[in-house]
């Protein structure tokens, strides 16, 4: 059987996350210690129930499919030995769909908890019979070893660009005659060819020669495979204090942190207010009016529920009498709807008046829409109902919230070079603080005794945002656990049916100034209900706008990292392209694109000194070329509007799992002690680029 598959990323880089089909009601929990299952036994939902699971897909043509109709595509898809692997969110109902047409669900990597391309247009066949043979070319070959087992990642081109048939397989040696080969499978992005690849392969021992032949009969010559990433930090000195993580984070566990950092180091520690208040973890109160499945209509507050529209009350009434107007009154917190009725004293209004009513007798009080399905109906008597805003976290505040920045360093007055590490644009990541503060506090409790990070923090101003979005974040906690934006909702009418709260917010990764949406880049989208929402304007949001204030009111920040999850991705400019033939952002300069290779090498190289952990080669580089277009990205604008060398981390890497021979994904919260591993070797990667900025300063002085 051929093993040739292309995926088309351009078009699932459109709908990352889009939440088409929304989750209905929230109730909180910690994803349970079984959802990262291995491979093999079969994959069950209970009724009602949304996971995040790992699925084979029998061709392109299901892929496609998925796409277009608006499927959480949860992390970039890819070919394995020919079959199509994506992390799809999906209902119990959309896992049976899924399963009834092929797909075969391999890896449960998380449940939600509630409350808390086919290819394009095939190339001519008259092509293929036109090139006799292909030229071949490697354009990576690396080999490393974790656990003890070894593994290669290739990637090679063919100069038959128009063909989708080629088929190009890699045969490896070892040092002891040993051979084995695999097939690679063409990547095509938005329409254009880029290469053929494979997910790194296990190996006996290290690869001393490669080689790849091609089904037109091209070929390579043989070469040897390169260390990856042939980077080691220096030893961490005896005494070293790290591991200062005991826990996921909410936003208020990181308010205090930050406090008590402050409190405790004082020569070493700013705190910095960030100039915009975000909403705070608050929506307006709702209530249907009726039976949504017979005639109904919602009711929704013009203020936040906390605003004293929790427990509002409304209702309809039957005057009794023959002949009476529709009217309104609000009373003592009761909004009561007397309707209107005919000559023989039956009620005569409708859903549409009843809604259009209320909107305009307290226009600064109410809202309300006709529910779907609901249009023209008569409306019913609906005894008291009261409205509510359906947040399930009552012990988190309902205030605006000041995100806020931890600023380190001996000198802090703009004259040393500054870093800026950030995480938890988006809620669902909750790794992702982690690695933030274990960072910060490695810096600040080794400072009087390590030689090596006072000098970090005598000659660089390192800057930290643990939560750049809490109102996600508090929401992810405690009402939906895949939240994925922040709390804004731009939703109007139907849109803003309390049905499809799980997917209101904004992406504040899609929402900065530069390759965004509304300058025409792929990964962004105008759907309120889209997970990559890109809001109502650039810079319409007080996350993404309190990022930019900070690097522009700190203009010695010249390095940022933008922590994520998850994957394992290390990635830089630039991050999105039109798709029209795959029109990048302008590329960096040579040296510039050479320096943020040899700099991810060396930070790659302290992930890894942690636990063994290594980020592929195939997904390290921009944005735009490892994973997908993402338009309005933070690291876009850093780089090209503000000149900062901004980087991004997609923490939680595949595992090996020498059982099934299978990578398995991780998810966005892992169990815990996953996510604690993550903490602490990404944290040791934010130590590695606060050495690069420092190295750099060096050389910049010793140049002048």
Known sequence: MSHRRIWVASAAAAVLTVGLLAPSGASTAAPPDTANTAAGPAVTLAAGETALVRFRLPNEAMLRDLVASGADVAARPRTTLGEVQVDLVVTDQELAALTARGAVATQLIQTATEGSARVAASKKAAA????????????????????????????????????????????????????????LSRFEDSGEYQYHVALPQPVPAQPVTVTASSSLGGSTRAIKPTAWPGATPPPMPEGYQQDFIGAYMTPTDIQARIKRL?????????????????????????????????????????????????????????????????????????????????SAGAVISTTDDVAALIKASYPQVFNAFVEDGSA???????????????????????????????????????????????????AREWATPLVTLEFAERLLANYATDAETRSLLDNVDVFVIPVTNPDGANYSFNDYNFQRKNMVNHCTGAQRDPRLANSWGVDVNRNYTVGSYFDGYVGGSANCLSGTYSGTSELSEAESSNVIALAKSHPNIKFAMNVHSYGGY?????????????????????????????????IIGAIRSSRG???????????????????????????????????????GNDLWNAQTQEWEGVGFQPPYDEAHAESQEYAGGLVELVRVARDLQAQDAAAR
């Open 128 to 183: 293929r019979a036109l090139v006799a043979s292909d030229t071949l070319q490697f354009l990576q070959s690396y080999w490393w070893t974790t656990d003890g087992q070894s593994f290669l990642s290739v990637e090679v081109a063919t100069t038959a660009t128009d063909d989708p048939d080629v088929e190009i397989t890699v045969t490896w040696t070892t040092a002891d005659g040993t051979t084995g080969s695999f097939p």
């Open 613 to 651: 952990t290594v980020t592929w080669p195939s997904y390290t580089g921009p944005v735009a070329d490892v994973l997908y277009s993402a338009a309005g990205n933070s690291a876009d604008q850093l780089y090209y509007e503000l000149g900062i060398l901004a980087w991004d981390f997609e923490v």
């Open 262 to 342: 402050a409190r405790q180091y004082p020569s070493l520690v700013d705190v910095i207010d960030l100039p915009n208040k975000t909403q705070g973890y608050r929506r307006t109160a709702t209530a249907y009016l009726g039976d949504p499945a017979a005639a109904a209509i919602v009711v929704e507050s013009v203020k936040f529920g906390d605003q004293k529209m929790n427990g509002v009350q409304v209702k309809t009434v039957d005057p009794g009498k023959k002949n009476r107007p529709l009217k309104a009154t609000y009373k003592d917190r009761v909004l009561t709807v007397s309707l209107a009725t005919d």
């Open 570 to 602: 290390f990635m830089w400019p630039p991050g999105s392209y039109k798709a029209d033939g795959r029109i990048t952002l302008p590329r960096p300069s040579i040296e510039e694109a050479a320096y943020f290779q040899e700099s991810a090498k060396r």
């Open 376 to 426: 023209g109906k008569v409306m019913p008597i609906v005894a008291p109902v009261r409205l509510d805003d359906g947040l399930d976290g009552t012990e988190v505040s309902r205030k605006p919230w000041t995100v806020q920045a931890l600023r380190l360093g001996s000198v802090r007055d703009g004259s040393k070079i500054g870093v800026l590490a950030y995480s938890q644009e988006h």
